[in-house]
T-cell receptor
């Protein structure tokens, strides 16, 4: 079954740790996105990719980085986590068609203590 | 520049009553429009989308939305609310003439009263 996966679902980590949030999709989509969402709030685009070896920063400045070495994989890394990084991170993907409908993963809820 | 405005960050309706969630958009070109739903601790799920075909769009779970160009609106409705409809709803817009990102509204939390 085609889907989009995120791991871990929940993560509690101490300040200064390096973390990587995983996102994988089995739909063969070229486009992938990372959003940051505080509880009950709107989505903010922090990174996107239109294909392998293509990454761009989104509308919201973020200290995280991303990579796109394989079509199906779009991990997000925080080199040194801080309490201000506490949030929910949503990964999404879409086909390279003009309709641009996005499919979302279940999200990773990150808490930095 | 494109934008989406959702009127009302919280909407409460009684079970069995009409659900109406409002969305107005701003776009210099014909847009594609979407409604997504988010249940607690989950990602977003597409409810329905408008892609310049029929102006009345039917989605999942009994929801529908009507594209009104003259009012620049894309309101979401459901004739009879169910307790399971309690969730966060996001309206979103994307330009139809270029390969661009989706712009999301700030969301409306729907509460269902027993």
């Amino acid at each position: 079954e085609a889907d989009i996966y995120q791991t871990p679902r929940y993560l509690v980590i101490g300040t200064g740790k390096k973390i990587t949030l995983e996102c994988s999709q089995t739909m063969g989509h070229d486009k992938m996105y990372w959003y940051q969402q505080d509880p009950g709030m709107e989505l903010h685009l922090i990174h996107y990719s239109y294909g392998v070896n293509s990454t761009e920063k989104g509308d919201l400045s973020s200290e995280s980085t991303v990579s796109r070495i394989r079509t199906e994989h779009f991990p997000l890394t925080l080199e040194s986590a801080r309490p201000s990084h506490t949030s929910q991170y949503l990964c999404a993907s879409s086909e390279s068609t003009i309709f641009n409908e996005q499919y979302f993963g279940p999200g990773t809820r990150l808490t930095v203590t | 520049a494109q934008s989406v405005t959702q009127l009302g960050s919280h909407v409460s309706v009684s079970e069995g009553a009409l659900v109406l969630l409002r969305c107005n958009y701003s776009s210099s070109v014909p847009p594609y429009l979407f409604w997504y739903v988010q249940y607690p601790n989950q990602g977003l799920q597409l409810l329905l989308k408008y892609t310049s075909a029929a102006t009345l769009v039917k989605g999942i779970n009994g929801f529908e939305a009507e594209f009104k160009k003259s009012e620049t609106s894309f309101h979401l409705t459901k004739p009879s609310a169910h307790m399971s409809d309690a969730a966060e709803y996001f309206c979103a817009v994307s330009p139809s003439n270029r390969d661009d990102k989706i712009i999301f509204g700030k969301g409306t939390r729907l509460h269902i009263l027993p």
